[in-house]
């Protein structure tokens, strides 16, 4: 469970196992012969508290000792969970579907930040620079599939178009209705008044995070 755990903070991180086994002062292959082999049989302490900071996740799910609070890492089928647990949202790939990768939030951020179930929540990675400088390349959005087409207002919108996921900023007319299609990087095409009934909304974007370079 640990080693599983492990793997899917890295691959939704877009991380390596080369780089995260150099953050905690190892040898380039330390993490791979970790997840895939099982050598060492479980972390040293120094290197479990340095990868629950670096990947934000309580100590316990890395293989510590149970936190005090009785946090824990839980799928997002579950239900119930504890204000204080980490809830896994899936990531969406470009394509619009949903792979293994997971990003794990405190329960109770998600609650007070989503329009209401966490469970509709997904995470997409920025593809492009059609939104920069708001959002880069790389950046990891969360995206509120429970507030979409029916509560549609201006803001920022992830969109299904030509067999991928776009984000975009869409604007209403309040005299026709319709919506603009917009871009923040002003090198990318806007288009002015489209029909709201004709766009494929995945969600709207409720939060990025960004790793600082």
Not at 183 to 207: K, Q, T
Request: net charge negative; hydrophobic share 40%; charged share 25%.
């Amino acid at each position: 469970m640990v080693r599983r755990t492990l793997d899917t903070l890295i691959r939704a991180r877009g991380e390596d196992y080369a780089s995260v086994s150099r953050l905690i002062g190892r040898n380039p292959t330390y993490i791979q012969q970790f997840i895939r082999r099982g050598v060492p049989r479980k972390l040293d302490e120094d290197d479990r508290r340095t990868l629950a900071r670096h990947f934000d996740v309580p100590e316990h799910v890395l293989g510590g000792p149970e936190s005090r609070v009785g946090q824990a890492v839980i799928s997002r089928a579950a239900e119930g969970a504890a204000a204080d647990d980490y809830l896994l949202i899936p990531c969406l790939d470009a394509a619009g579907d949903a792979p293994e990768a997971a990003l794990a939030f405190q329960t109770r951020w998600l609650t007070g930040l989503c329009s209401g179930d966490p469970q509709a929540l997904t995470v997409l990675r920025i593809a492009g620079d059609a939104m920069h400088p708001t959002l880069s390349h790389g950046d990891p959005v969360l995206i509120d599939m429970a507030d979409g087409a029916e509560t549609l207002r201006d803001g920022i919108y992830a969109l299904r178009s030509g067999g991928s996921v776009v984000v975009k900023r869409l604007t209403r007319n309040p005299a026709s209705g319709g919506i603009a299609i917009k871009s923040d990087n002003p090198g990318w095409p806007d288009w002015e008044d489209c029909p709201a009934e004709s766009l494929d909304i995945v969600g709207r974007v409720i939060w990025v995070g960004r790793e600082l370079r």
